[in-house]
T-cell receptor, first 117, second 111 residues
């Protein structure tokens, strides 16, 4: 149980294009999902909290117009990196909290490695 | 500001030994504590969660929590080379379910 998937696992795009990353909770419902970014040999950095049916809450310093988050259902959240630039190249990881159990354990997806040329 | 302190390591132990990983946190109202393992190039995977003072055991892993000292640890018994990874501790304080992560301790288990 508690499986989270991400798609795509790896994406290479040209500078200026937009990239959408999907995060799905496969066997549980998640009213809350989280998006993280991790640069090589660095710690996880929380970008935003995605709330089903409402606006995402962004961490300080994260541009909400650049990183668009949509949490349209209890099992799906998407992160769109708009007008991507090489400095956006990173490992993007989502996590989801099982809403049914009420516990606060976060289960992570396998991550999406984004390379912007 | 909520903070988590971990020794970045690297911590090196021989195969079969006990690996001890430690973490301190600054938020006195923290409610939930977690240990995650992250292999290089992969996402974190949950090892243990602990909510009450004392020890919690799961197989070769034991988490220890001392809220008075704001300290949580993870013991790995009979360490295996496959345990070589970065171990992240995290805690949740407050009502928004956000986790605060430490920077992680790199563990190397030598055959």
């Amino acid at each position: 149980g508690a499986v989270v998937s991400q798609h795509p696992s790896r994406v290479i795009c040209k500078s200026g294009t937009s990239v959408k990353i999907e995060c799905r909770s496969l066997d549980f419902q998640a009213t809350t999902m989280f998006w993280y970014r991790q640069f090589p040999k660095k710690s996880l950095m929380l970008m935003a909290t995605s709330n089903e049916g409402s606006k995402a809450t962004y961490e300080q310093g994260v541009e909400k117009d650049k990183f668009l988050i949509n949490h349209a259902s209890l099992t799906l959240s998407t992160l769109t990196v708009t007008s991507a630039h090489p400095e956006d190249s990173s490992f993007y990881i989502c996590s989801a909290r099982d809403s049914f159990t009420g516990m606060d354990t976060q289960y992570f997806g396998p991550g999406t490695r984004l390379t912007v040329l | 500001q909520k903070e988590v302190e971990q020794n970045s390591g690297p911590l090196s132990v021989p195969e079969g030994a006990i690996a001890s990983l430690n973490c301190t946190y600054s938020d006195r109202v923290s409610q939930s504590f977690f240990w995650y393992r992250q292999y290089s190039g992969k996402s974190p995977e949950l090892i243990m969660s602990i909510y009450s003072n004392g020890d919690k055991e799961d197989g070769r892993f034991t988490a220890q929590l001392n809220k008075a000292s704001q300290y949580v640890s993870l013991l790995i018994r009979d360490s295996q080379p496959s345990d070589s990874a970065t171990y992240l501790c995290a805690f949740r304080g407050g009502s928004n379910y956000k986790l605060t992560f430490g920077k992680g301790t790199l563990l190397t288990v030598n055959p």
